[in-house]
């Protein structure tokens, strides 16, 4: 099973688009915040499931700050990570993590890619699918669960 992860579109749809059209074998596509209105906007014409949060920039009230999907017994937080200072340092978002007792954790924010093991805890930033705000091009991540096993 395939999993896109997306965060900070900020308004760039043609870019959300574009990435989640490369993977059209994705079954989920998480979105970390930055991109309410996108994931709105997107028609996902029954082709994945869509899940997202509300970042900084977001002014959606009825958006959570977090949420955990579960992906069989994959336990995913989903959170854009403002709320944990994770342009510091991921340690208040690690800390989150293994309170929740999650597999993986997906966050945002910093527009950096990032896929690390901290403290025994899996997380990963997608960076950004808005180009213009990152390296010169959109940044996104792809997680494969086989087996209940990531």
């Known amino acids: 099973m395939k999993i896109l992860l997306v965060s900070d579109s900020h308004g760039n749809m043609r870019a959300l688009k574009s990435v989640i059209q490369a993977n059209p074998d994705a079954e989920y596509v998480l979105h970390a915040g930055d991109g309410v209105r996108d994931c709105r906007r997107l028609d996902t014409d029954g082709r994945y499931q869509l899940y997202y949060v509300k970042g900084n920039c977001d002014m959606e009230e009825d958006v959570p700050l977090e949420e955990i999907v579960q ?6 937080l989903l959170v854009h990570g403002h709320q944990f200072a994770v342009k510091h340092d991921v340690y208040e978002l690690v800390s989150r993590a293994k309170e929740l007792n999650v597999d993986l954790t ?11 093991n901290k403290r025994g805890a899996l997380i990963i930033n997608p960076g950004t699918v808005n180009y ?10 792809v997680v494969e669960i086989e087996d209940d096993d990531i």
């Open 106 to 116: 997906v966050f945002g924010h910093t527009h950096r890619p990032v896929i690390e």
């Open 132 to 141: 213009s705000r990152s390296y010169g091009m959109a940044t996104y991540a």
């Open 71 to 76: 992906i069989g017994r994959i336990r995913i």
